[in-house]
């Protein structure tokens, strides 16, 4: 069964360095996507990268990188040079399937992250 | 410029009583998506709509119910709000390509005293 696995509940970082949050997937689905969001505590959830299975480099986003590894289903995000407002809710999330029909995103549980000046 | 719009922001409403909260878009996107987050969980995909198609989760409670009546607009309405359907909601948009990534309001926080 499809599935997102964040292990680390909650997390530290000294601003100005990179940190790296963990996130692995389970999918019988040679085709899916892979998300990660941020959500602050005012609530919005804000679209950070993505990252296609077929995919051949990982994907980035000005200091976001997505650490992707097909063979163990890992794809962890990479926030370098963190700052104050990083602190956050980070949810990782995956879509099944190609183009087409399955809108659904499988979301992982989040990861705490506090970054401290 | 264009985003997603949810209001209020903040709903408090009585056990039973009925409450609607909605959620707009200028993004033109055919695929409008509500959840519900309860604090410290994932949220939690309640239905959504691609175009007029509408698409409920099967564990959304009958209690939950959603309009559509344009690409701009869409409407959670909760017909007897319960004290454990106090949560944020979020309303989120995509478009019908690849990849999908969801666009998602400020949420609406809902309180049922």
């Known amino acids: 069964a499809q599935k997102i696995t964040q292990t680390q509940p909650g997390m530290f970082v000294q601003e100005k360095e990179a940190v790296t949050l963990d996130c692995t997937y389970d999918t019988s689905d040679p085709s899916y996507g892979l998300f990660w969001y941020k959500q602050p505590s005012s609530g919005e959830m804000i679209f950070l990268i993505y990252q296609g299975s077929y995919d051949q480099q990982n994907a980035t986003e000005g200091r976001y990188s997505l650490n992707f590894q097909k063979a163990r289903k890992s794809a962890n995000l990479v926030i370098s040079a963190s700052q104050l407002g990083d602190s956050a809710m980070y949810f990782c999330a995956m879509r099944e399937g190609g183009a087409g029909n399955n809108r659904k995103l499988i979301w992982g549980l989040g990861t705490s992250l506090a970054v401290n000046p | 410029d264009a985003m997603v719009i949810q209001n209020p922001r903040y709903q408090v409403t009585q056990f039973g009583k009925p409450v609607t909260l909605s959620c707009s878009q200028t993004?033109?996107?055919?695929?409008m998506y509500w959840y519900q987050q309860k604090s410290s969980q994932a949220p939690k995909l309640l239905f959504h709509y691609y175009d007029k198609d509408f698409n409920n989760e099967a564990d959304t409670p009958d209690n939950f119910q959603s309009r559509r009546p344009n690409t701009s607009f869409c409407f959670l309405d909760i017909r007897s709000p319960g004290l454990g359907d106090a949560a944020m909601y979020l309303c989120?948009?995509?478009?019908?390509?690849?990849?999908?990534?969801?666009?998602f309001g400020p949420g609406t926080r809902l309180t049922v005293t």
């Open positions: 989120a948009t995509s478009r019908h390509k690849n990849p999908y990534e969801q666009y």
């Open positions: 993004l033109n996107h055919n695929v």
